[in-house]
């Protein structure tokens, strides 16, 4: 079982000392709880969890099995998943990590999921462009290098939940429509009746019911993360009118903590669709209001002691924390091909919108690309957070290729700069042209990651055939085919030249 860890609440611990972590436990569990089916996960390359089941018995019924499955794995076909093989060379299989499995709160008949890691069916090695693959071997690199032998990650994903969302697009026409009760511009909708309180552009965040119509949808989300072992710190309504929602994941080691965002997200959609509503992590889905982001907090430990932390430094940092920074602002435009990796959400990265495209640092500063929170002077509590990723991200990558472009800024002591506490987005003429922007397209980024990527391929984390997928993916199936389609608004400004 898991072992107990000081500072959790009790309710955490007796949800984590009931949870099975080794094949045996997990027989054990399946009977006792009477469990069904058994549902294998895993990540394809641009982040979406695939899955599919196999009857409990098939499990725990080893008689029956030539070699256990925790041996030999299970087989599927990895040619019908993005990003993964070619139809001539589909046969994959997963190998099921023990110390991921959660009753799956979503299913009605009784299901342990349990996350899986791919495998090449052939050498028996661990698949090159597995996601979890990639962030594991970032974890062991970090080892490797002596700087740190911890990571955590803490990030702070934004999502809609809406009424409505219906989009098509032919030869002959192209349109979105979506709709919140919330949403401002239902101000004089006829709702029979309409109650209004409806969240003013820019003015969502943190008012209370009945303004925010979401409340126990989010406590009900965050109590269901708990009982798959997922700890939640805080939840409320974001900013942006029509249902804009943030809840925040307690701190976690780099692997578990992408695991703990393919729950979140899991969990989010299926709560939301519970409802008759619907969820989205789409970084812009609303013009002229805010859209969602993905702020991922950072530190370095080593010999359970905070790497990031100086009581006579700068905003309290250490001068790692300011290599690593560092890293982080040098590496930022091939960053953003993993951390801001859509058409879409370069429609979020534009200034005037709380978006960080500012690539300075700066202590509280929200306006900053990183910022040094100051809520409290424990040094346990010191860390980074980034601002300009997006939950449109695959968390097993971005966070992996944001430990390595800050452990590439430790090793070669790379100087951030001097720090900007000045609100950024005020500035004017020569101050303002002084300071580096994120790329404005997900092309710049593609083109920034094609000529910035040897931080990345430092330990064989990232390889050269995942960099070149990903870059062909984004590329033909994304940028092109969104470039290749009219826009609704060029019928408006351009029909009748």
């Known amino acids: 079982m898991t072992t107990l860890v000081t500072g959790k609440d009790r309710e955490e611990e007796l949800i984590e000392a009931t949870r099975p972590t080794t094949p045996e436990e997990i027989k054990r569990f399946i009977q006792k709880n009477k469990i069904q089916i058994i549902d294998f996960k895993f990540n394809d390359l641009p982040g979406l969890w695939q899955h599919f089941s196999i009857p409990a018995t098939d499990l725990v019924d080893y008689d029956k099995l030539e070699n256990s499955i925790w041996v030999e794995g299970i087989g599927f076909d990895g040619s019908s998943i993005r990003g993964f093989q070619k139809i001539q060379e589909s046969d994959m299989i997963l190998m099921p990590d023990p110390t991921t499995a959660a009753v799956d709160p979503v299913c009605q008949i009784p299901t342990l999921s349990i996350i899986c890691d791919v495998y090449d069916p052939i050498t028996r090695e661990p698949y090159s462009r597995d996601p979890r693959y990639i962030a594991r071997k970032a974890e062991e690199h970090l080892k490797k290098t002596g700087i740190a032998d911890l990571s955590y990650w803490g990030p702070e994903l934004e999502f809609f939940i809406f009424d409505d969302i219906r989009f098509d697009q032919g030869e002959n026409f192209g349109y979105y429509y979506l709709d919140s009760v919330e949403g401002d511009w239902n101000t004089g909708r006829e709702e029979k009746p309409n109650l209004g309180y409806k969240p003013r552009y820019k003015e969502g965040y943190f008012p209370v019911p009945p303004h925010d119509t979401l409340q126990d949808i989010r406590s009900e989300i965050i109590l269901t993360l708990r009982r798959v072992g997922v700890p939640v710190e805080v939840h409320h309504h974001e ?99 993993f951390c801001a990796p859509t058409t879409n959400s370069y429609k979020r990265l534009v200034p005037g919108y709380e978006a960080p495209v500012n690539l300075v640092f700066s202590q509280r500063n929200r306006s900053a690309a990183c910022r040094i929170p100051m809520y409290n002077n424990n040094p346990s509590a010191k860390r980074i957070e980034f601002r300009c990723p997006d939950p449109s991200a695959n968390a ?102």
């Open 239 to 337: 900013v942006a009118t029509a249902g804009q929602c943030e809840i925040d994941m307690r701190y976690a080691p780099l692997t578990k903590m992408a695991d703990n965002v393919m729950w979140y997200k899991y969990v989010v959609k299926n709560t939301a669709r519970k409802y008759n509503k619907v969820a989205t992590f789409m970084p812009k889905p609303i013009f002229k209001d805010n859209g969602s982001g993905m702020h991922v907090h950072q530190s370095l430990w080593k010999d359970g002691k905070p790497l990031f932390y100086d009581g006579k430094g700068y905003a309290l940092t250490s001068e790692m924390c300011r290599w690593y920074i560092g890293g982080l602002l040098k590496h930022a435009h091939a960053l953003m091909a």
């Open 396 to 497: 097993y990558l971005a966070f992996a290729a944001l430990l390595m472009a800050g452990l590439d800024g430790v090793k070669n002591r790379i100087d951030p700069g001097q720090p900007l506490d000045k609100n950024i987005y005020e500035l004017e003429g020569a101050e303002k042209a002084k300071i580096r922007t994120v790329p404005g397209s997900l092309e710049e980024s593609l083109n920034a990651l094609e000529k910035d990527s040897d931080f990345l391929l430092q330990g064989g984390v990232f390889t050269k055939d995942v960099l070149d997928i990903w870059l062909e993916y984004k590329r033909t199936v994304e940028i092109d085919a969104v470039r290749l389609r009219p826009h609704p608004h060029e019928f408006y400004l351009y029909f009748d030249i």
